[in-house]
Nanobody
């Protein structure tokens, strides 16, 4: 199983970015997908989760600004990020978790929000 994250970049505060994470090597319809982020010198934190039935949960800091979605036909999960703030600056990682709790990580994509 391989996860390939993309879509990061430099954006001004208030702007938007969409991250993508494409998976290969398995069928992911039953998997739970998550996005995490890690700022310099800080721990990796959970940002958003989407279950196999489409149920979503968000960290309080991104609630109402970020949207996680999945396209099972493409084995891809997305993170739409709106109203970005400088404190959203981090490396963003996608994670996929199988029903029997095997966990896979993408390589990370840098998001930088300038003030």
């Amino acid at each position: 199983v391989q996860l390939q994250a993309s879509g990061g970049g430099l954006v001004q505060a208030g702007g938007s970015l969409t991250l993508s994470c494409a998976a290969s090597g398995s069928t992911f319809n039953s998997y739970t997908w998550s996005w995490y982020r890690q700022a310099p010198g800080k721990q990796r934190d959970l940002v958003a989760v989407i279950d196999s039935d489409g149920t979503t949960n968000y960290a309080e800091s991104v609630e109402g600004r970020f949207t996680i979605s999945r396209d099972n036909a493409k084995n891809t999960v997305y993170l739409q990020m709106n109203s970005l703030k400088p404190e959203d600056t981090a490396v963003y990682y996608c994670q996929s978790r199988s029903p029997d709790w095997f966990i896979y990580w993408g390589q990370g994509t840098q998001v930088t929000v300038s003030s």
